[in-house]
């Protein structure tokens, strides 16, 4: 694929929630079986949980709430081309999004190490 | 940029599986790269095939890729989109079966304008009749004002062949019938509406779009295609959801 | 226009108005998802300071009816969303596309959510 024609932010932007759309849809089965568990009683969700405390778990968890945010906020990003019509700045949304995406991520970093 | 003293340009020959073909032709001041094209043609190989008419960015018949990008070539100065080294690359324009060299078929495009109901039609004379008096279309009406904001495209593919979805489903209008489509919807004189929203639905028409904005990106007239299509899902999702289709 | 190509442009409008619906879906979906990501990951960002615990978990989860209502119209958005949204991958990536690819996104996208309110009652009762 030629990369020269698709180098501006809102196609980046659209390369971004295609990635973490495809991503968290197949993530989510995984989390609901995970938290399914905690049917089968408070000590094996405890397991589990002890389980992701594991490095390569963080890093994934971190990932993860990256790619939520950056799917939430370009998401909103084309809900507000889609239904109100904002035209305008939608470079300066796309770099906006992708700001607060970091900065969720960043504040879950600090949290949880 | 500077201008290199020559330019080295790959031209492509044949039809879709055909190959580039090499000329160095020399740099002068201010000129296009349709200017480029025509010095090929007449200084090197007569049997180049390309397209153009009015040189002056009305027609919309000279777009082809430039270095990778649909561009309209005679309001394209080569200062502007060759390499520091001289590179020039001119493919036809993509999603379009190719002709020969560097003329597409526009065939399938203009197909999709019929397809999306870009014709206009008269709400007071369906017959094709002359309406008895003239409609008052307030300019400064928010209608009036989506409409003019799409209603100077020109035809030139240069959207169609940038898009994505229409490379990933043929059947997709692509960005230009679908901006067609958006003016007519908010033109207070049509008659058509309905049908032409029927028309634009689903996954063929403004439903697959992404919203890359490739079309706004690249539109030579500086229209906004992305934004017409938003309208058209904004129109349908209402119109559905309050019953109105 | 000969009668194919006119039952052929009825039949794609017929089509067409099944593609809007899911279309109106997956948006109607983002816009529910648009509040509950927010919340969901502020509850994330208060939940994981100093780790997290299964007792402090069903602590705030058991017999919380509010909790459980959130979490199932969460289920269901986000199983729905998803699906939708895969599908869409796997027409313009595999050409997978037609009425029977679209019924079986559905049902996958209902049986994901089925899990995720299963998980959610889990944690409630």
């Given at each position: 694929m030629d990369l020269r024609p698709r180098s501006h932010p809102t196609y980046l932007a659209f390369v971004v929630h295609r990635v973490s759309g495809l991503l968290l849809a197949l993530f989510l089965p995984l989390h609901f079986w995970a938290l399914g568990s905690a049917i089968s009683g408070e000590a094996k969700l405890e397991g589990f949980l002890r389980w992701t405390e594991n490095p390569l778990a963080k890093a994934a968890e971190t990932v993860l709430v990256i790619l939520l945010a950056a799917h939430l906020a370009g998401g909103l990003r084309v809900l507000s081309l889609e239904f109100l019509g904002w035209r305008k700045r939608q470079k300066d949304m796309v770099a906006v999004s992708a700001g607060a995406a970091l900065l969720v991520g960043l504040l879950f970093l600090l949290h949880v190490v | 940029m500077a201008e290199p003293a020559s330019l080295k340009v790959s031209v492509w020959r044949g039809g879709e599986d055909g190959s580039f073909a090499r000329f160095e032709v020399p740099a002068r001041a201010n000129q296009t790269v349709l200017d480029v094209v025509t010095t090929i043609q007449r200084?090197?190989?007569?049997s180049l095939a390309y397209r153009f008419a009015c040189r002056v960015g009305m027609c919309g018949s000279c777009a082809m890729t430039v270095n990778g990008r649909a561009r309209?070539?005679?309001?394209?100065?080569?200062r502007k989109v060759v390499g520091e080294d001289g590179a020039l690359e001119l493919r036809p324009l993509a999603n379009l079966p190719v002709i020969r060299d560097l003329v597409a078929d526009l065939a399938p495009f203009f197909d999709k304008w019929q397809r999306a109901r870009g014709v206009f039609q008269p709400k007071d004379a369906p017959d094709g009749a002359v309406p008895e008096d003239f409609a008052v279309v307030p300019p400064a009406s928010g209608a009036r004002q989506e409409a003019d904001a799409g209603?100077?495209?020109?035809?030139?593919a240069v959207c169609y062949a940038s898009c994505d979805v229409v490379a990933w489903n043929p059947d997709y209008l692509g960005p230009a019938a679908l901006n067609r489509a958006w003016t007519l919807v908010n033109d207070v004189r049509d008659g058509a509406r309905q049908d032409r929203l029927d028309a634009v639905a689903g996954d063929a028409g403004c439903?697959?779009?992404?919203?890359?904005?490739s079309c706004t990106e690249r539109c030579p007239k500086n229209l906004d295609p992305s934004s017409a299509i938003a309208g058209l899902k904004r129109t349908l999702f209402w119109d559905t959801l309050l019953g109105r289709r | 226009m000969s009668g194919g190509t006119a039952g052929a442009e009825r039949r794609r409008r017929a089509a067409a108005r099944g593609q809007t619906h899911l279309w109106a879906v997956q948006r109607v979906t983002a816009m529910l998802l648009g509040i509950a990501v927010v919340v969901h990951l502020a509850t994330i960002l208060f939940a994981v300071r100093g780790g997290l615990t299964a007792a402090e978990i069903l602590g705030r989860t058991r017999g919380n009816g509010a909790w459980l209502a959130f979490y199932t119209v969460f289920a269901l958005a986000a199983g729905l969303h998803g699906a939708i949204g895969l599908r869409n991958i796997a027409a313009e990536t595999i050409g997978l596309r037609g009425r029977g690819a679209d019924l079986a996104w559905l049902a996958i996208g209902l049986v994901t959510a089925g899990f995720g309110i299963r998980a959610a009652y889990g944690l409630f009762a």
């Open positions: - | 200084e090197f190989d007569p309209w070539t005679c309001r394209t100065h080569v209603i100077e495209c020109i035809g030139c439903h697959s779009c992404h919203s890359t904005q | -």
